[in-house]
């Protein structure tokens, strides 16, 4: 049983930092793709940042520079560093994990880890 459970989120100043990690079971963790994704009240669940399973980062524009995506296939967790944030940045928080099975690109969710940012 596929399991991704989100942790570290929390209520910060602007500016602050937090650090969200997400501890996976279930699947071959080092051949999937990881991703953190974010919903804030009344918009879209938006890409936050990736990782493939070759350790190559992506992050969407607002996040250069300020967050940090870091896997460990050692303990099947990652983890997002993020400074400098923003009342932009509040938003609910969900790892996800892209598996292909035979072809079958699969994705799984977290249940989510609540950020807010305090202007």
């Known amino acids: 049983q596929v399991q991704l459970v989100e942790s570290g989120g929390g209520l910060v100043q602007a500016g602050g930092s937090l650090r969200l990690s997400c501890a996976a079971s279930g699947f071959i963790f080092s051949k999937a793709d990881m991703g953190w994704y974010r919903q804030a009240p009344g918009k879209q669940r938006e890409l936050v940042a990736t990782v493939t399973s070759g350790g190559t980062t992506n992050y969407v524009d607002s996040v250069k520079g300020r967050f940090t995506f870091y896997r460990d296939n050692t303990k099947n967790t990652v983890s997002l560093h993020m400074n400098s944030l923003k009342p932009d940045d509040t938003a609910n928080y969900f790892c996800?994990?892209?598996?292909?099975?035979?072809?079958?690109?699969?994705?799984?969710w977290g249940h989510g880890t609540q950020v807010t940012v305090s202007s």
């Open positions: 996800n994990a892209a598996v292909n099975y035979f072809g079958v690109r699969i994705n799984y």
